[in-house]
């Protein structure tokens, strides 16, 4: 039986940069896999404080440890930076709706940008280059990512997300007959992720 996943994730989430392989990998075996954001709840107002810049390095240093995946440092540098996830959000917003398959690759795109590379993506200009990768003109993007469609969109995603309980990401459900099961609430490794999937798979549909 075809698995259906949905997963819950933020663009600027580093648990999530985290399991990008393990989402990958997923697609690569032909997972369905819908993509639907949530909120990390930052000051999306107040630039980032020294308090703020030491619990995300902290952060950071976790993500690596059980992961491995690359961080770019210099983004402790920066002054004035506004943790704001909703532009990127926006973005994804934009892609989703032209080309929904590629919402989870311009996902990671994003990650990779700004976690491997040290992009600023709440930057329009990084954003439109990125969507650009993507098939996305440059006059198509800056239309719906300025539209306040796509504001109210992201934030009804937000609020719906939250609704569902979803407060911690990456969080993958399975959508099996009868009710979604969890897969993961948090990172997993690959392994362990492949055998919850593959339990499910086995089970009898209702």
Not at 25 to 37: D, F, G, N
Not at 46 to 66: F, L, Y
Not at 119 to 140: C, M
Request: hydrophobic share 40%; aromatic share 12%.
């Amino acid at each position: 039986m075809i698995v259906q996943l949905l997963y819950f994730a933020n663009p600027m989430c580093s648990w999530c940069w985290g399991f990008q392989p393990v989402i990958r990998s997923l697609a690569e075996q032909s997972y369905p896999i819908t993509v639907a954001l949530g909120s990390l709840g930052a000051d999306r107002a107040r630039p980032m404080r020294d308090v703020d810049k030491a619990k995300v390095r902290e952060d950071w240093q976790h993500v690596i440890e059980r992961t491995g995946q690359p961080f770019d440092f210099g983004f402790f540098d920066r002054e004035g930076f506004v943790y704001d996830t909703e532009p990127p959000s926006r973005a994804i917003a934009v892609v989703r709706r032209h080309y929904p398959a590629l919402a989870m690759p311009f996902l990671g795109r994003l990650q990779e940008r700004f976690y491997a590379s040290g992009q600023d993506i709440t930057d329009p200009s990084v954003l439109r280059e990125a969507a650009g990768e993507f098939g996305i003109d440059a006059e198509t993007f800056e239309t719906g990512f300025t539209a306040p469609s796509t504001a109210a969109e992201i934030a009804a995603e937000w609020r719906q997300t939250a609704e569902l309980g979803v407060t911690g990401y990456p969080t993958l459900l399975a959508l099996q007959p009868g009710r979604p099961q969890v897969v993961t609430i948090g990172w997993r490794p690959a392994s362990e992720v492949s055998a919850t999937l593959a339990s499910l798979a086995e089970e009898p549909a209702e």
